[in-house]
């Protein structure tokens, strides 16, 4: 696909998140240690943790959760941060992510209404080691827990401008739509590796489901086999950030695998071979792309 299609289709995202990491260097500790054992001071530390670790559970689990969307609904794009998304998820995307930073926002103020009462529960559980002043003053703490998502446009090799000389200025737009094409190549890769990684599953499972004749089962699987597949295909289209007509074939294939639900590729067998051949066409067809 051009370049300025590329611009028109999809754009660079950027999600950022930050916290108070809640652990400090304890120098002292570690000269004490050190002595103690006639040790280079270099060669360790002590560090410890300021507060219990469900102190901040609610909000790294929150970040957890949006960071795998994140990383579910984007495409590597380059080694620095930025990810590809398409328009067509954009909208998708961002509702998730504005609930993230809605709902940790709300987490952020509980933890610091209890802030009080988890250092006064640090103070007994760590004793000695416990020293006030490496507690930060909660209006100083909350400034430390950071949330974003920026959006910025696809560079396009056309809209380069620049006063080197129109010789130069060619050789850079080339450059440019060389290093783009081998940009959507990579994320192209990434999306049939999903493909490739869910579909596999499925069908690796199947293959090892069995019930014996005393109803004994082997290779038991999970309701997520199926919905992993279902929620594959649902991204699928946003993910196409190139429009790529082979995607779009296998994304329609992949509704083969969805037709039922786990239940019924449990008790059925005819069902569940059929499902698994079709996943196992499908991993064929994918094979060159992966490579």
């Known amino acids: ?51 219990p670790k469900e102190a901040l559970k609610e909000i790294e689990s929150l970040d957890s959760k949006a960071y795998g969307e994140h990383m579910s609904r984007t495409l590597p794009w380059s080694d620095d ?5 398409s328009s067509l998820g954009y909208l998708e995307y961002m509702g998730i992510m504005r609930r993230w930073q809605e709902e940790r926002a709300a987490a952020l103020d509980r933890f610091l209404v209890l802030y009080p009462t988890w250092v006064e529960d640090a103070k007994i559980r760590l004793n000695g080691l416990f020293r006030a002043t490496e ?9 430390k827990f950071v949330c974003s998502v920026s959006i910025f446009p696809v560079p396009d090799a056309a809209d380069f401008r620049v006063a080197l000389g129109d010789a130069e200025t060619a050789r850079i737009r080339e450059s440019l739509e060389q290093n783009t094409a ?19 599953r499925m ?12 109803g004994k089962t082997s290779g038991i699987f999970r309701d997520s086999l199926v919905e992993n ?19 779009s074939n296998v994304t329609a294939d992949l509704s083969q695998l969805i037709a039922w639900e786990a239940e019924t590729l449990r008790s059925d067998d005819l ?18 792309f992966i490579a």
Do not use: C, F
């Open 1 to 51: 696909m051009e370049q300025g299609t590329l611009s028109e289709r999809a754009m660079l995202v950027v999600w950022h998140a930050s916290k108070w990491g809640g652990n400090k260097l304890d120098k002292t500790i570690s000269d004490e240690v050190a002595v103690q054992h006639n040790a280079d001071r270099s060669m360790g530390r002590y560090w410890k943790s300021l507060l």
């Open 81 to 85: 941060g930025p990810r590809i998304l």
């Open 135 to 143: 507690y930060p003053a909660p209006e100083t703490l909350k400034a």
């Open 182 to 200: 081998q940009l959507i190549g990579a994320a192209l890769r990434d999306t049939y590796q999903r493909i490739a990684d869910v579909v596999g």
């Open 203 to 214: 069908a690796e499972r199947l293959r090892a489901y069995a019930v014996a004749e005393n």
């Open 229 to 247: 597949v279902r929620e594959l295909v649902h991204l699928l289209p946003s993910l196409n950030i190139a429009n790529d007509p082979v995607l």
């Open 271 to 288: 069902v569940r071979n059929e499902v698994a051949t079709a996943a196992e066409r499908i991993l064929a067809q994918i094979t060159e």
